[in-house]
């Protein structure tokens, strides 16, 4: 295990609500990332914090938000649910928001398992 | 562009024998990470291997390796003596440094099938 955590397992919601999904990063970590990955696909960048500040984002609409608390605990809000929505939303944590060498090794949760109906 | 190919929508192998998956990058940028994960079916991403664009020998992790031929833009994952647990989705992903971030940029997959 990896030590970072989501919530909740599974959701299922209907088209236009909203929905907030949580991660909690592993000891130590002052980064989290979250991803979308639709049936089949792989997993898709939505947007990175580091120390409490959006500091990247991918190709996604801003309905899409987040958030990271003092203990780098994150949430990803998704307003007006589509259809489309419905993935796994996998969030990860490192330590560092920038780098490409191990040390910033990203470590993934679980997933929460989102169906929009 | 895709970043991240991986051709092979499903491999089978049988238990014991060694299997490769392929990946072909696409990057212009000398300093990038190279990333195998394994996905079970509960979801959770298992980091398996690590190649850096400038490591001069291909990693190794237990039975797992990575074959990095850098000119041909292609790291494809060799597993060993393949098991019943190694059946799962595989997936490719490379690491770029971004300006002041870095993300994961992930292929399709390719699902393993290992039997008895």
């Known amino acids: 295990e990896t030590g970072v955590t989501q919530s909740p397992t599974h959701l299922i919601k209907t088209r236009g609500q909203q929905v907030t999904l949580r991660c909690s990063s592993q000891?130590?970590?002052?980064?989290v990332s979250w991803y979308q990955q639709a049936l089949g696909q792989g997993p898709q960048f939505i947007f990175q914090?580091?120390?409490?500040?959006?500091?990247g984002r991918g190709n996604f609409p801003p309905r899409f938000s987040g958030l990271q608390f003092p203990n780098y605990s994150s949430e990803l809000n998704v307003n007006a649910l589509e259809l489309d929505d419905s993935a796994l939303y996998l969030c990860?944590?490192?330590?560092?928001?920038?780098?490409?060498?191990?040390?910033?090794?990203?470590?993934f949760g679980p997933g929460t398992r989102l169906t929009v109906l | 562009a895709q970043k991240i190919t991986q051709t092979q929508p499903g491999m089978f192998v049988q238990e014991k024998e060694a299997v490769t998956l392929d990946c072909t990058y696409d990057?212009?940028?000398?300093?990038?990470?190279l990333f195998w994960y394994k996905q079970p079916s509960s979801g959770e991403m298992i980091f398996l291997i690590y190649?850096?664009?400038?490591?001069?020998q291909n990693a190794t992790e237990g039975r797992y390796s990575l074959n990095f031929q850098k000119a041909r833009k292609s790291a494809n994952l060799v597993i060993s003596a393949s098991q019943l647990g190694d059946s799962a989705m595989y997936f490719c992903?490379?690491?770029?440094?971004?300006?002041?971030?870095?993300?994961?940029?992930f292929g399709k997959g390719t699902m393993l099938l290992v039997s008895p």
């Open positions: 990860a944590s490192s330590l560092g928001g920038s780098g490409t060498a191990p040390v910033n090794e990203q470590f």
């Open positions: 000891s130590g970590h002052n980064t």
């Open positions: 914090y580091y120390r409490e500040e959006e500091n």
């Open positions: 990057t212009s940028d000398p300093s990038y990470g």
């Open positions: 190649q850096g664009s400038y490591d001069q």
């Open positions: 992903a490379m690491r770029e440094a971004n300006s002041g971030y870095s993300t994961l940029t």
